[in-house]
């Protein structure tokens, strides 16, 4: 079965800073999808970015990058320029041929 | 973009009773829709999953008279909770996938089930 680890319970960056945000997971699988959802306090689910696995180019977001290495099954996020409303609970998240499956997510504070 | 929307985002009940949440996709079709549970402080963990037309997956470990799952139409899923019991009390999401395949999900806002 597909599990997604995610290393770092909580952590915290100063305003304008980078924050890095690890992930693994472990697959079987050639195909599949992979995930960073957002859960501020509102508790709603808000996606961030998404990584197709057959893609070697790391995906970006405006200040939101990956670092997706396959063969290592690495796939963290890197927060540029962090701002007060990143703060919130980051999930990582993998899809391929079962329904998606959630890291234990990572508590993101962003100190003034 | 695509809009999932749940409905009730809280409610309170009396143990015992059953309650009733709504899960619509509003701009788009889902064949398929996820039920999710959510503990304070902790990770999104898969209920059932939740196909037109057809029995709902549940996932091992949850009871599937308890929790009944209803998709009667490409926009809507519902999870009714028999018989409530405090323990069930939690943050339930649901979840709609917009196409086939790996496509991102959308998520509701959630319902915060309190049972008294």
């Known amino acids: 079965a597909q599990t997604v680890t995610q290393s770092q319970p909580e952590m915290s960056v100063q305003e304008a800073e980078t924050v890095t945000l690890s992930c693994t997971y472990d697959t079987s699988e050639s195909d599949y999808y992979l995930f960073w959802y957002k859960q501020p306090p509102s508790r709603q689910m808000i996606l961030v970015i998404r990584q197709e696995a057959y893609k070697q180019q790391n995906a970006t977001e405006n200040r939101f990058s990956v670092n997706f290495q396959k063969a290592a099954k690495s796939f963290s996020l890197k927060i540029s320029d962090s701002q007060l409303g990143d703060a919130a609970m980051y999930f990582c998240?993998?899809?391929?041929?079962?329904?998606?499956?959630f890291g234990k997510g990572t508590r993101l504070s962003v100190i003034a | 973009g695509a809009v999932v929307s749940q409905h009730p985002s809280r409610v309170i009940c009396k143990s015992g009773t059953s309650v009733k949440i709504e899960c619509r996709s509003l701009?788009?079709?889902?064949?398929?829709m996820f039920w999710y549970r959510q503990f304070p402080k902790q990770s999104l963990m898969l209920m059932a999953t939740?196909?037109?037309?057809?029995?709902?997956?549940?996932e091992q470990g949850v009871e599937k008279d308890k929790f009944l799952i209803n998709h009667a139409s490409l926009t809507l899923s519902t999870l009714t909770v028999t018989s409530a019991h405090p323990e069930d009390s939690s943050f339930y999401i649901c979840?709609?996938?917009?196409?086939?395949?790996?496509?991102?999900?959308?998520f509701g806002n959630g319902t915060r089930l309190t049972v008294t």
């Open positions: 939740s196909n037109e037309g057809s029995k709902a997956t549940y």
């Open positions: 979840s709609a996938r917009e196409g086939t395949g790996n496509s991102p999900l959308h």
């Open positions: 998240a993998y899809i391929g041929n079962t329904p998606l499956v």
């Open positions: 701009d788009f079709q889902a064949t398929t």
